[in-house]
């Protein structure tokens, strides 16, 4: 069972990625899904989540108008679509699965049970 997360770099502020999650051995139409992200020196933090059938989404109070979350069921991938990116917003994002988190725990790390090895998102000024 493998999450595969892609798509990160190096760009400048104001600029957009699209993060992937790939899952392999994993159903994740069976799975909420959720991104975090951990800067140096710093807990890991949500950014955002998404319900089974991508009919409810999630965000960090500080993301919401800039970050979007969205998943594929049949390609087994979800994305997190980020825009008018800025420094700080320089970490390495990972995804998570879970199969059985509640909404209300949606927002914490330990919720989730299975991780993607992460990608590393550079914004520079």
């Known amino acids: 069972v493998q999450l595969q997360a892609s798509g990160g770099g190096l760009v400048q502020a104001g600029g957009s990625l699209r993060l992937s999650c790939a899952a392999s051995?994993?159903?994740?139409?069976?799975?909420?899904m959720g991104w975090f992200r951990q800067a140096p020196g710093k807990e890991r933090e949500f950014v955002a989540a998404?319900?089974?059938?991508?009919?409810?989404?999630y965000y960090a109070d500080s993301l919401k108008g800039r970050f979007t979350i969205s998943r594929d069921n049949a390609k087994n991938t979800v994305y997190l679509q980020m825009n008018s990116l800025k420094p700080e917003d320089t970490a390495v994002y990972y995804c998570?699965?879970?199969?059985?988190?509640?909404?209300?725990?949606?927002?914490?790390?330990?919720?989730?049970?299975?991780w993607g090895q992460g990608t590393q998102v550079t914004v520079s000024s």
């Open positions: 051995g994993l159903t994740l139409s069976k799975h909420r």
């Open positions: 998570a699965a879970s199969a059985s988190v509640i909404t209300s725990a949606m927002r914490r790390t330990s919720s989730y049970d299975r």
């Open positions: 998404i319900t089974r059938s991508g009919g409810s989404t």
